[in-house]
């Protein structure tokens, strides 16, 4: 079992950064590979990274590609989303997940755990 807690959602300009947390508790966080979603207004959630759990392996959605970074500290249970470059269009929910099978990564049917969201809004 993983519990899953975001942090570090808020309102930023257009161009602005934000870094968000992920803090899971469970034994087992260290063998699930982590990945982020969001879901934007009357949209579904959509892909936007994912780190692997073991060789830490990454593969990013082309929309944030460049701008977005992902890390995970397995020592500490904790899963980051730097967000550099950030444009109105990336305001969404942002969900952080976690996959025991590390497949269909890019898939809200590839996490068996969720987060309960935090809210990033960026202002034009």
């Known amino acids: 079992q993983v519990q899953l807690v975001e942090s570090g959602g808020g309102l930023v300009q257009a161009g602005g950064s934000l870094r968000l947390s992920c803090a899971a508790s469970?034994?087992?966080?260290?063998?699930?590979?982590m990945g982020w979603f969001r879901q934007a207004p009357g949209k579904e959630r959509e892909f936007v990274v994912y780190?692997?759990?073991?060789?830490?392996?990454?593969l990013y959605a082309d929309s944030v590609k460049g701008r977005f970074t992902i890390s995970r500290d397995n020592a500490k249970n904790m899963v980051y989303l730097q967000m550099n470059s950030l444009k109105p269009e990336d305001t969404a929910i942002y969900y952080c997940?976690?996959?025991?099978?590390?497949?269909?990564?890019?898939?809200?049917?590839?996490?068996?755990?969720w987060g309960q969201g935090t809210q990033v809004t960026v202002s034009s």
């Open positions: 997940a976690a996959s025991s099978t590390g497949y269909s990564v890019s898939r809200v049917g590839g996490y068996d755990y």
């Open positions: 469970g034994r087992t966080f260290s063998s699930h590979g």
């Open positions: 780190i692997g759990w073991r060789l830490g392996t990454t």
